[in-house]
């Protein structure tokens, strides 16, 4: 084992991987925690968003659907990079003119909060759409039976809608938090010190890119692949009681 220990001592290449300085491993670490952080933050409210805008365009007014339809188009047609640029810094100067028009001095928001909210806000256009086909794919004769019962519409989307969609929309989720986990690299280009970043400021320093770059790709994989069995067995549990659909899945 001699030799495995070996490779990580400073005078190797992969001693640049070593959890304390002049390792970057720990850096790495923290990188990622920043990374996982910002990700479910920012699906937490994207769900939330989604839920909310998928019901809207649904069952909401002329002006509501309007409003919505503008708003998922207008994120899914703009690059994810243009957005979290105008957004990142269009967050701050409305919460800031807002507090100035109220007499109160203006604020720092922190780069992890206005990450999430950017992020979860352009999520949010794709949550939308993909929960709204969860909803359509509810068989409608089980929501005409509940509104026979007399159930309101609150107690037939909690009772009947949100629970048999939840199987249909799994699939859809798991890509976006997939994609959401490698959108958090995007926020790079505004200095977020996340794991990418993190990377490029270790390449920068030591020139050995490649090999930071790797790591960080392998740890990508990881979250990718621990995620994807995650998913996988909400979605067989979601499916109980239901027919077995074959060609689904992650």
């Not at 990079?81 to 109220?102: G, K």
């Not at 993190?198 to 920068?204: D, E, F, K, N, S």
């Amino acid at each position: 084992m001699n030799w495995l220990f070996g490779l990580f001592e400073p005078g190797h290449a992969l001693g640049l991987l070593a959890m304390s300085p002049p390792g970057w491993g720990g850096a790495l670490l923290t990188g990622l925690s920043h990374t996982l952080e910002i990700a479910i933050g920012s699906y937490i409210l994207g769900t939330a968003i989604g839920v909310l805008g998928a019901f809207g365009k649904l069952y909401g007014g002329p002006i509501i659907k309007d409003l919505l339809a503008i708003y998922t188009t207008a994120i899914r047609a703009i690059p994810e990079l243009i957005e979290i640029l105008l957004l990142y810094y269009l967050v701050p100067d409305i919460v800031n003119r807002f507090l100035l028009s109220m007499g109160r001095p203006r604020i720092d928001l922190p780069p992890i909060l206005v990450g999430t909210l950017v992020l979860g806000f352009v999520l949010g256009a794709y949550m939308t759409e993909v929960l709204r086909g969860a909803i359509l794919a509810v068989p409608h004769g089980q929501v005409e039976a509940a509104r026979a019962y007399g159930m309101t519409p609150l107690q037939i989307a909690r009772r009947v809608t949100l629970p048999q969609m939840l199987a249909y929309a799994l699939p859809g989720m798991a890509n976006l938090w997939l994609n959401l986990t490698k959108d958090t690299a995007l926020l790079a280009v505004i200095g977020f010190n996340e794991l990418t970043e993190t990377a490029l400021q270790a390449g920068g320093t030591t020139k050995a890119f490649m090999l930071f770059f790797t790591a960080a790709g392998i740890l990508y994989l990881i979250i990718s692949a621990l995620s994807g069995r995650l998913f996988a067995l909400a979605e067989r549990r979601a499916r109980r009681g239901q027919p077995n659909i074959r060609g689904g899945g992650i």
